[in-house]
């Protein structure tokens, strides 16, 4: 049998030393080797193994409570339930027989998967309690603040400022009507982020997470409402949601037939992140930028922000880094051309797209307003 091997690290117990080491996968047992030294830790089911988050290095708790720390992401997807390598181990297992099954599975999997997504995510939506939604919010934030957020920097003074533009936003909400039924808990939050840079999220309970990039290199009002607006938007019409059970549903697929679906559903679901690895589709994000062009206009606030805001996006990160804004909410020219549209419908005029320079005193009304009501 050939051996499945990750390079990686090894962390101490409750400490921050580390060794570098292999993580072997022999069968249905784990090694770890170190230099000359071969320890067997225990069954590749005892592994404890995170759930995957974007581009960020994969942890794996050993039954001993030493922590694994790898890049090789790919490896270790083959770990888990439904993984290439964890079919084996448990092929091993329950017996050679059952090779063909195992090979066929996938397959199997993949074309059911097919006819029964749509059918998995509106059942998966129907079934989710407004509650799960705030456990699910509470449980990424958790991840996040420990994996990749810091306290913000901002000053109390500006994070006020920008909570009332918020709240304006969530105002003018209350008179367009909501797109959906659920009660959802508006939060706005806002973090330091280091490395994701200027980025905006929403998770599906309401809660709305700001980096302090994002206020920084775009510090107009006018645009981060329209950001914020943005996300609201992908809140009110329930878009993570519908991701978070698309994602699963394939998990879900492959583990009903594998067997171990609810621990699997119970992991991705607790851990959170699952959450922070999706990206829009074009049409979610188009239905979100719409929904912003909407909302501000009912607030009575500038309606361009988001073209400044692409416009810079797209010239300061033309080739975005895993985690950044342009990885989860996909950029592209039409999005800025349906809101210059729109404005241009709605009577108003376009903004200047070649003057970068920040307008003074903006603060996000429509002073210099480049809409005109009909
Ligand atoms: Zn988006």
Redesign the pocket.
């Known amino acids: 049998m050939a051996l499945h091997r990750i390079s990686g690290r090894i962390f101490e117990q409750q400490s921050s030393d580390y060794s570098d080491c292999e993580l072997v996968v022999d069968g249905d047992r784990a090694f770890v080797h170190s230099g000359a030294i071969k320890q067997d830790i225990g069954n590749l089911a005892q592994l404890k193994i995170q759930a995957r988050l974007g581009s960020f290095a994969q942890k794996i708790t050993l039954p001993d409570g030493r922590v694994f720390e790898t890049e090789d992401l790919d490896a270790v997807e083959q770990l888990r339930p439904g993984g290439f390598w964890n079919t084996v181990a448990k092929t091993e297992k329950t017996g050679w027989h059952l090779i063909p099954l195992a090979i066929a599975t996938p397959f199997m999997a993949f074309g059911l998967y097919k006819l029964m997504i749509p059918v998995l995510i509106s059942m998966g939506m129907s079934i989710t309690p407004d509650q799960g939604l705030y456990a699910l919010d509470k449980s990424t934030l958790r991840t996040l603040d420990r994996i990749v957020l810091d306290e913000t920097e901002l000053t109390a003074e500006r994070q006020d400022e920008l909570t009332t533009v918020f709240n304006k936003l969530l105002a003018a909400k209350e008179k367009t009507g909501s797109k959906s039924d659920r009660n959802f808990k508006y939060k706005l939050l806002f973090r330091d982020a280091g490395p994701i840079g200027p980025n905006a999220f929403a998770m599906p309970g309401g809660t709305i997470v700001v980096t302090d990039d994002l206020v920084q290199e775009f510090d107009e009002d006018h645009i981060i409402a329209a950001v914020l607006a943005?996300e609201i938007g992908?809140v009110d019409s329930e878009h993570q949601l519908r991701q978070v059970y698309r994602a699963l549903g394939m998990w879900f697929m492959i583990t009903m037939i594998a067997g171990d679906a609810g621990e699997i559903l119970e992991d991705a679901l607790l851990e959170g992140s699952a959450v922070l690895s999706l990206s829009?589709s074009r049409e979610?994000?188009m239905g979100?930028d719409n929904y912003s062009y909407d909302l501000l206009k009912a607030a009575d606030m500038r309606t361009d922000g988001l073209v400044g805001f692409f416009d810079r996006l797209q010239k300061n990160y033309p080739l975005p880094k895993k985690g950044e804004w342009a990885m989860s909410?996909p950029v592209a020219d039409n999005r800025i051309e349906n809101i210059i549209e729109r404005i241009i419908a709605d009577g108003g005029t376009p903004p200047d797209r070649n003057s970068d320079t920040p307008s003074d005193g903006d603060d996000g009304t429509k002073s210099d307003e480049p809409v005109k009501e009909e």
Do not use: D, L, N, T
Request: charged fraction near 15%.
């Open positions: 943005h992908h829009y979610h994000e979100a909410h």
